[in-house]
């Protein structure tokens, strides 16, 4: 069993994700709760993207979302299930970037993680 929680960032840097769309897609299959923040106001430029406004909630799983990215994390480090590795994987497809600018300046590799269940290749 995996001793350290999960946590992993993905961005979409320069496209903007339809966090209302996102969020009612994700609710047919995962919680999804709306976060009472403030809405940034049109002259607040700084911090409009990244204030998150929704968090997901699968098994063990859970995510932040903003326009520009999504914090992934877990509470206690367990085993993905099933439904955090399809949680997870939406993410992936919809935040398509481990780094927060296109810019080569460091490589950043998701952490490890298990998945419950799952047997060993025997290769």
Not at 3 to 14: D, G, L
Not at 67 to 79: D, L, N, S
Request: proline share 7%; hydrophobic share 35%; glycine share 2%.
């Amino acid at each position: 069993m995996s001793s350290t929680p999960y946590h992993f960032i993905r961005y979409s840097w320069f496209r903007r994700v339809d966090l209302e769309t996102l969020a009612k897609d994700l609710s047919s299959s995962f919680q999804v709760c709306p976060l009472d923040r403030q809405q940034p106001t049109a002259t607040s430029v700084i911090g409009r993207d990244i204030q998150e406004m929704f968090l997901v909630k699968s098994d063990t799983l859970h995510v932040y979302l903003s326009q520009v990215r999504a914090i992934m994390f877990q509470k206690e480090g367990k085993p993905f299930t099933e439904n955090d590795v399809k949680l997870r994987d939406t993410i992936f497809a919809t935040y398509r970037h481990s780094t927060s600018t296109p810019f080569p300046w460091g490589f950043i590799h998701e952490p490890p993680f298990e998945v419950e269940n799952q047997q060993p290749d025997q290769s």
